[in-house]
């Protein structure tokens, strides 16, 4: 993936900030729907945050190793 690094900066900051706001939507939803319909949620939040990292941020920061939220 080719991208300018302004542009990737905030694709990152952006994909941050939606994986945060996943993660609070389990905390908001946890004891206020059925168990298994709770399950089932996480599991696509699951599925959207791996997505997101190795899908999305993982090219990026091959790209521009300095973005990498984890160093």
Known sequence: ?????????KVVAGLIEAGSKLAISIEEIRD???RDDFKRYIGHVGAI?????????????KEHPDLDPDK
Not at 1 to 9: H, K, S
Not at 49 to 61: E, H, K, N, R, Y
């Open 1 to 9: 993936m080719i991208m300018e690094r302004d542009v990737a900066a």
């Open 32 to 34: 206020r729907v059925p």
């Open 49 to 61: 945050l791996t997505s997101i990292q190795l899908d999305l941020m993982a090219p990026i920061i």
